[in-house]
Nanobody, 120 residues
């Protein structure tokens, strides 16, 4: 069974930085890509950034120039480095594996989320 666990959220002042971690456990060999999503209060969940097993990355406009997604395959962990944070970045950040290969087929996974609060 594969699980995703986020950590690293917290309270930070505007202009500050945080690094979120998404640790995968279990049969992680079937994970081909990891996304970071976020959901602010009263808003829909939105994609922040993605990274594939080969290392290619993709960023939403909200993240370009400020956020960096990376992965440490030895630790089965994906990171989201967030710099120059703004109050509008306040949200619950979720780790997402859109298509995990398992013996019984494909599985979509979400982590439990980690809260990021940016004060002005």
């Amino acid at each position: 069974q594969v699980q995703l666990v986020e950590s690293g959220g917290g309270l930070v002042q505007a202009g500050g930085s945080l690094r979120l971690s998404c640790a995968a456990s279990g049969s992680t060999f079937g994970i081909n890509a990891i996304d970071w999503y976020r959901q602010a209060p009263g808003k829909q969940r939105e994609l922040v950034a993605s990274i594939r097993s080969g290392g290619s990355t993709n960023y939403a406009d909200l993240a370009k120039g400020r956020f960096t997604i990376s992965r440490d395959n030895a630790k089965d962990t994906v990171y989201l480095q967030m710099n120059s944070l703004k109050p509008e970045d306040t949200a619950v950040y979720y780790c997402h594996a859109p298509s995990v290969v398992t013996p019984s087929g494909y599985l979509e996974l979400w982590g439990q989320g980690t809260l990021v609060t940016v004060s002005s």
